[in-house]
């Protein structure tokens, strides 16, 4: 009888605790034309947006660095266009870095993989004077295959250029 009764009542806290009501905050695969129809964007700004071309014409995919009081949102984006006027972006992927110090910047498209240019790189870097990054904290790539951002381990073979050095 204990056991019947222990089965019973389990059942029941199983069967209460699946919720399949419950809503999803990702913005994984949500669809706009200006970030700001996103809800859960409504209170980023936009620091910077670059275009993937990946040996086309048109660009296929794009990188948005947004930021709010706490954090940087970096949105990686599929990019269609319907029409002249009318393109459309899909969120592939999202990367959460939190508001980097004073001395520290977060760079989109101004590192080299291999002294190869890669619009596809995203890194943490220390902020400088001079024309080429001295330190580079953390690196992540806008995989176009995985359609991921994926964290890079080695950065032995990456060089950032400063964006923020007047020429």
């Not at 009542?9 to 996103?38: A, R």
């Amino acid at each position: 009888m204990k056991n019947s009764l222990f089965i019973l009542t389990f059942i029941i806290l199983v069967d209460c605790g699946s919720q399949p009501n419950v809503k999803s905050n990702s913005i994984i695969g949500m669809e706009f034309q200006d970030f700001k129809q996103v809800n859960q964007l409504e209170n980023y700004i936009k620091i910077s947006d670059t275009v993937i071309y990946e040996n086309g014409t048109f660009p296929k995919y794009g990188i948005l660095h947004l930021r709010d009081k706490t954090n940087n949102l970096v949105v990686f984006k599929s990019l269609s266009m319907e029409s002249n006027q009318d393109i459309r972006f899909k969120i592939l992927d999202t990367l959460i870095i939190p508001n980097p110090n004073t001395s520290e910047l977060v760079t989109i498209g101004y590192c080299q993989e291999n002294e190869d240019n890669n619009e596809n790189l995203i890194a943490l870097v220390d902020k400088t004077d001079s024309l080429m990054i001295q330190n580079i904290k953390k690196v992540w790539r806008a995989n176009t295959t995985s359609q991921k951002i994926e964290s890079i381990t080695s950065l032995k073979k990456i060089n950032c250029l400063n964006e923020e050095r007047p020429i």
